[in-house]
C-alpha cells in the first residue's frame, strides 16, 4: 500500500533562518506531488505541485521554493524565513489524472519567532 | 477558473440526527468534486468523489454526497451523526482539463452528545 511520510512534525525556528522540509512516498510510481500551507486550520494554500522529477509549478510568490530531485521526494526550502512564514505545512500525492483524490501527510507545524 | 464555497463556517448537530455539509462549486466543463475529512493536527483524509455517473455518491464512514448538476452543489450528508464525526470538512473541486484541485475554506463539524 501507498504512505506519505513528512518530517519533522513540529519546528521552531527564528527569523531569518533556512528551512527544509522533506516529504517522501512510498508504495507508488511517477505520482503528482503537492505542498500546502495551512493557516489557523482553516483553507489550504497551495504553494507548489510537481508531475516529475525537475518539474515545480509555483503558485504564490514568495520566499519559499520546492524541489524534485527523485521521483518520489518532494522538498520545500527557504533561504530566509519570515514571521508570515508560520503554519502547517502539509504535503500530498496523487496518481495522476484529474479524477485522483489527494492523499495527505500528517504535516508540519512551523512556528517563526 | 474553478472555485467552490462552502458557505458555513460551522455546523452543529446531535448525535443521531442527520447530518449536512454544504459544498457549491464553480468550474467549466464537467467537475470533478471531492469531500475530505481532517481531524486536528492531522492531514486532510479523502472521503467520496464524483466523477460521473450515479448523482449519489457513498464513501468512508458512511458518509455520502449528492452532486446536483442545475444547483451545481455537492452536499456531504450522513443519516446518522456520531460524536467522532465531529472534525473539520474540505469540498474540492477540479476541472476535467484543469493541472490541480481548489480546496473550499472548510466547515467545522461538532456532533454533541
Known amino acids: 500500500s501507498q504512505t506519505i511520510h513528512q518530517w519533522p512534525a513540529t519546528l521552531v525556528q527564528p527569523v531569518g533562518s533556512p528551512l527544509s522540509l522533506e516529504c517522501t512516498v512510498e508504495?507508488?510510481?511517477?505520482?503528482?506531488l503537492y505542498w500546502y500551507r495551512q493557516a489557523a486550520g482553516r483553507g489550504l494554500q497551495l504553494l507548489f505541485y510537481s508531475v516529475g522529477i525537475g518539474q515545480i509549478s509555483s503558485e504564490v510568490p514568495q520566499n519559499l521554493s520546492a524541489s524534485r530531485p527523485q521521483d518520489r521526494q518532494f522538498i520545500l526550502s527557504s533561504k530566509k524565513l519570515l514571521l508570515s512564514d508560520s503554519g502547517f505545512y502539509l504535503c500530498?500525492?496523487?496518481?495522476?489524472?484529474?479524477?485522483?483524490?489527494?492523499?495527505f501527510g500528517d504535516g508540519t507545524r512551523l512556528s517563526i519567532l | 477558473a474553478q472555485s467552490v464555497a462552502q458557505p458555513e463556517d460551522q455546523v452543529n448537530v446531535a448525535e443521531g440526527n442527520p447530518l449536512t455539509v454544504k459544498c457549491t462549486y464553480s468550474v467549466s466543463g464537467n467537475p470533478y468534486l471531492f469531500w475530505y475529512v481532517q481531524y486536528p493536527n492531522r492531514g486532510l483524509q479523502f472521503l467520496l468523489k464524483y466523477i460521473t455517473g450515479d448523482n449519489l455518491v457513498k464513501g468512508s464512514y458512511g458518509f455520502e454526497a449528492e452532486f446536483n448538476k442545475s444547483q451545481t452543489s455537492f452536499h456531504l450528508k450522513k443519516p446518522s451523526a456520531l460524536v467522532s464525526d465531529s472534525a473539520l470538512y474540505f469540498c474540492a473541486v477540479r476541472a476535467s482539463n484543469a493541472g490541480k484541485s481548489t480546496f473550499g475554506d472548510g466547515t467545522t463539524l461538532t456532533v454533541k452528545p
Open positions: 508504495g507508488t510510481s511517477n505520482p503528482n
Open positions: 500530498a500525492w496523487s496518481v495522476p489524472g484529474a479524477g485522483q483524490p489527494q492523499h
